[in-house]
């Protein structure tokens, strides 16, 4: 029986299959490490403030998504607690396919924000390396922000810093008498509060999650209903 020999792949063979980034196969440095309990409630906690503030535009909101200058098989990604990407529609993020953000391919733009939230082993780079890094994707506001309690930044320093990059200038913006930093890219304040950084409406009201969104809406209904005398079971 002739045994049929293995086919040479030739060049656009190869330029046929897909390329991946080895960061996208395997793990990076802080995924090794993980996520501190005060970090994973934080995220949580404002991915859903920002989804819900983000609901009636195109937005795309996303947790530790690698994100790649170049086509480089083992460039180190950037991989923010959170990106912001206003304008931007991604209609099945679970894809397989998904696996990173390449700023190098068509229609795929730097986050306008990004956040990082501190631990012992990521602080220091935190407020130290990364708005320059930041800078270069293109990001326009990179915020950090120390939940721990007692936080790992100097206390002189507070909880909360903002950096806002325009071209090659990156400049740290000041809080205000009140602690408070205006988000112009999220067009509201960033209100330090302990474990958690509120998002503050120009308004004053504090941005809810989208389940505080529905349950405050419940009980206007409620008490809408009381006034015309109607009594709504509360497990509804």
């Known amino acids: 029986m002739r045994i049929k020999k293995p086919s040479r792949m030739v060049a656009h063979d190869l330029d046929e299959q897909p390329f991946v980034h080895y960061y996208d196969m395997h793990p990076t440095k802080e995924d090794l490490t993980g996520e501190s309990a005060a970090q994973s409630t934080f995220i949580h906690y404002l991915l859903s403030v920002l989804m819900h503030l983000f609901r009636a535009r195109p937005c795309f909101i996303v947790s530790n998504l ?4 170049h086509r480089r098989r083992y460039e180190y990604p950037m991989a923010p607690d959170i990106a912001v990407f206003k ?17 190098y391919e068509a229609n795929r733009p730097p986050p306008q924000v990004v956040f990082e939230f501190s631990s012992e082993e990521t602080w220091q780079a935190d407020i130290s390396k990364k708005p320059a890094r930041y800078a270069d994707l293109g990001v326009r506001e990179y915020i950090a922000y120390d939940p721990n309690d007692p936080p790992y930044w100097p206390a002189a320093m507070g909880r909360l810093r903002v950096w806002r990059c325009t071209g090659e200038r990156i400049v740290e913006v000041n809080a205000d008498a009140q602690g408070r930093v205006w988000s112009d890219e999220l067009e509201c304040w960033l209100v330090p509060d302990g474990a958690l950084l509120r ?7 504090i941005a809810p999650t989208e389940a505080e969104a529905e349950r405050a809406a419940r009980e206007a209904a409620r008490a809408k209903l009381r006034e015309l005398g109607i009594e709504m079971p509360d497990e509804i």
Do not use: H, Q, T, V
């Open 199 to 205: 998002l503050m409406l120009p308004d004053g009201r």
């Open 66 to 69: 690698n994100i790649y200058r």
């Open 87 to 103: 304008g931007i529609s991604i209609p099945n993020p679970a894809s397989r396919e998904f696996r990173s953000w390449r700023l």
